[in-house]
């Protein structure tokens, strides 16, 4: 018995069930070879009732040995279809609450062949699990290169596929601060290929607003957009108003009209909400600000579906 408290591994106890099968079978092998040796000796004409009580006793328990071997069987194997339907639902588990945003995005991309996007993904000290999921779910509706961003270090290109949970703990290792510079150094150098390629550049970065190299950032950003490159930005802020990054694209906004704009996620689903709830809430602003780039003429407000 567990007395830890602790809730078992179930991989565990799946391998003890099997080692207790295989006990249980072991044992009832040797039944079944004691219950032969007296079968021996009543051949050998000793028959008497010692023989008969020992004979049906070895057999009873080979049998009974073989029934707990296939019970024990049994019950190993319902554990093991139950952990792999867990682990099924956990592996739909995001894409199930992305599919309807991003069926919604593709199609719409479909009819842009000359934009290029790519979403810049904070990590940095102050990002939780559940920002940086509702973060990874938003970049996944996009079905565009996703780069994380922290601290001084070169920015880094998601590999793999970021709906699936286990690269998604790979991924979530953040730095000790938020620089952004560095980011939209990234930036600058992904446009640029994007124009010799013929093609204009649509970034989203998502972020909870917090970064301490603003005047650098700042520069770096006028380069980006000063340059004749055809870029846009698109700041979605999961965290409190006020935020250095709210204000670095409040002014950029002014400088460039229409090429910055920023969106705040900072309701009830930020505060009080499930990772979910904010998942939902950071897709919904992330469509918006891609169907109003790939839709200029309609109103940025138009809302994208809601995310089931």
Request: aromatic share 6%; proline share 5%.
């Amino acid at each position: 018995m567990n007395y830890s408290g602790k809730k078992p591994d179930p991989r565990e106890t799946i391998a003890a069930l099997h080692k207790l099968k295989q006990k249980f079978n072991d044992a009832a092998a040797e039944s079944e070879n004691a219950a032969s040796v007296i079968a021996d000796a009543v051949n050998l004409s000793v028959a008497n009732d010692d023989a008969q009580k020992l004979q049906r006793h070895f057999t009873r328990t080979a049998e009974d040995q073989r029934d707990l071997a296939r019970a024990a069987a049994n019950l190993a194997r319902k554990l093991e279809e139950e952990e792999a339907r867990k682990a099924a639902t956990e592996q739909a588990r995001f894409r199930a609450r992305t599919q309807q945003v991003r069926d919604h995005i593709k199609s719409a991309r479909l009819k842009d062949a000359k934009s290029e996007f790519a979403v810049f993904v904070d990590r940095s000290g102050s990002i939780t699990a559940k920002p940086f999921s509702a973060a990874l779910d938003a970049a996944a509706v996009m079905d565009a290169p996703v780069c994380l961003f922290a601290g001084k270090r070169e920015p880094e290109w998601a590999r793999g596929d970021i709906l699936d949970p286990d690269t998604r703990k790979a991924l979530f290792k953040s730095g000790p601060s938020s620089d952004f510079a560095p980011a939209v150094t990234e930036m600058i150098k992904t446009a640029a290929v994007n124009k010799l390629n013929g093609r204009r550049s649509h970034f989203v970065v998502i972020s909870d607003g917090g970064f301490h190299d603003y005047p650098t950032a700042k520069k770096e950003m006028e380069k980006l957009l000063g340059a004749k490159l055809r870029v846009t930005v698109d700041f979605v802020i999961a965290g409190a108003s006020g935020s250095s990054m709210e204000f670095l694209s409040e002014q950029l906004a002014k400088d460039f009209p229409g090429k910055v704009r920023h969106h705040l996620v900072n309701g009830p689903a930020y505060w009080q909400g499930t990772e979910e709830d904010l998942s939902r809430a950071v897709q919904e602003k992330v469509a918006g600000a891609v169907n109003a780039r790939l839709h200029p003429a309609r109103s940025p407000r138009r809302a994208p579906p809601t995310p089931h």
